[in-house]
T-cell receptor, first 112, second 113 residues
Framework: DAKTTQPPSMDCAEGRAANLPCNHS???????VYWYRQIHSQGPQYIIH???NNETNEMASLIITEDRKSSTLILPHATLRDTAVYYC?????????????FGAGTRLFVKA | NAGVTQTPKFRVLKTGQSMTLLCAQD?????MYWYRQDPGMGLRLIHY???????AKGEVPDGYNVSRLKKQNFLLGLESAAPSQTSVYFC????????????FGSGTRLTVV
């Protein structure tokens, strides 16, 4: 699985958009980009994923660059409850074994 | 639909004791995983399973054993607990195929004294 690089922490004002970047310059053609978040000590929560097209769901939008070497998770209107650690993961299902290694992620602080 | 259920939620063990953590999922997922998370760190993969009766080692498998006798259950065993195994343990499951995300349990907080 390709390695990802994220900033250790970011701040965002409540009600504003939070843009969380992720670099994955060694991504392979069959690898997806996944985003998860972990609020305090809870289990990680799946947010969104994509292959090469931009994706949007009720939680967030995912923008993947044309060369797929980086992506941005966008929380359009951040709230205090969005304060969490956000993980960017790149991986592919290889049939016989699919595993994901979570790194340190980005700690997002949403401030009132 | 409960999702992924972990038992117990908390446990304190003495060094050398053994225990089993149970993970149960009711979503008919093929793949199941055990992770550990130490304070201030990300999640590290211990063992995983891609189907009933199969298991494989992850990043930090030493000191742990697993079994997947039934598709819906994935057990993590500690034969002789050590203080270094004090951690929060998360179980996760997902369907086969890359077009799915994980569903995680709420975690088991284990302290070995």
């Amino acid at each position: 699985d390709a390695k990802t690089t994220q900033p250790p922490s970011m701040d965002c004002a409540e009600g504003r958009a939070a843009n969380l970047p992720c670099n994955h310059s060694t991504i392979s053609g069959n690898e997806y980009v996944y985003w998860y978040r972990q609020i305090h000590s809870q289990g990680p929560q799946y947010i969104i994923h994509g292959l090469k097209n931009n994706e949007t769901n009720e939680m967030a939008s995912l923008i993947i660059t044309e060369d797929r070497k980086s992506s941005t998770l966008i929380l359009p209107h951040a709230t205090l409850r969005d304060t969490a650690v956000y993980y960017c993961i790149v991986s592919a299902d290889r049939g016989g074994g699919f595993k994901t290694i979570f790194g340190a992620g980005t700690r997002l602080f949403v401030k009132a | 639909n409960a999702g992924v259920t972990q038992t117990p939620k908390f446990r304190v063990l003495k060094t050398g004791q053994s225990m089993t953590l149970l993970c149960a999922q009711d979503m008919n997922h093929e793949y199941m995983y055990w992770y550990r998370q130490d304070p201030g760190m990300g999640l590290r993969l211990i063992h995983y399973s891609v189907g009933e009766g199969t298991t494989a080692k992850g990043e930090v498998p030493d000191g742990y054993n697993v079994s997947r006798l039934k598709k819906q259950n994935f057990l993590l065993g500690l034969e002789s607990a050590a203080p270094s195994q004090t951690s929060v343990y998360f179980c996760a499951s997902r369907p086969q195929g890359a077009n799915y995300g994980y569903t995680f349990g709420s975690g088991t907080r284990l302290t070995v004294v």
